[in-house]
């Protein structure tokens, strides 16, 4: 995983987007804004599942997980559309928890502020959640392909809220406000993954 400033030039929004200067976001400062990350390397026959990813559910309470494949070859004459609403800025009422077992994609976050992007590269091993509340939006990078397991904590669902008038009242978003303000000012205790290679958090 690596995180960095989106540079909001045009263009195709699957390539880095990281202008070579550009210096790395520390995990430190990817805590604050609520996000948690650590690396579980892919078992190499046994699907997408291990001791450790499964420890790392029980802690958590997810119950649930599928996988979901992203592609021209698995979606088809839908692909653009899908990829099209993953970028749309979007929250959700609940954690995003992403494990990605092969290829590769972006997630962009909204940095304290809500105005510029933060954009963080998952490759294949890297797992991540996104907390409830935060503004964000996903793209596959240029090789249009990315498989990674999802995991819930009640029945699989994906509900995506468009940023607007509305999302910025839901009480979800509020709280997830609220707690990185808290964050920002060194208050309150972060939040922890356990199991995986070590906690990048």
Excluded at 157 to 186: D, F, I, K, M, S
């Amino acid at each position: 995983m690596k995180a960095y400033y989106y540079d909001d030039a045009p263009g195709d929004p699957r390539l880095p987007h990281h202008p070579p200067s550009a210096p790395a976001i520390p995990p430190s400062h990817l805590t604050t804004l609520g996000l948690l990350h650590t690396h579980i390397p892919v078992p190499p026959r046994s699907g997408p599942s291990s001791p450790a990813l499964d420890a790392l559910a029980r802690a958590r309470g997810y119950l649930h997980r599928d996988v979901v494949t992203v592609s021209r070859a698995a979606m088809g004459a839908a692909y653009e559309a899908k990829i099209a609403a993953f970028f749309a800025e979007h929250m959700h009422e609940d954690e995003e928890i992403r494990y990605v077992v092969g290829g590769a994609g972006y997630f962009d976050v909204r940095e304290v502020g809500d105005a510029r992007w933060v954009r963080v590269r998952l490759e294949e091993g890297d797992l991540l959640v996104l907390p409830a509340g935060i503004y964000h939006r996903f793209t596959t990078d240029e090789g249009d392909y990315v498989q990674a397991l999802r995991l819930f904590r009640e029945a699989p669902r994906w509900t995506p809220l468009g940023r607007g008038e509305e999302t910025e009242g839901n009480a979800v978003r509020r709280g997830y406000v609220e707690g990185r303000e808290r964050a920002v000012r060194g208050e309150g205790k972060s939040d922890e993954l356990v199991g995986g290679e070590g906690v990048v958090v």
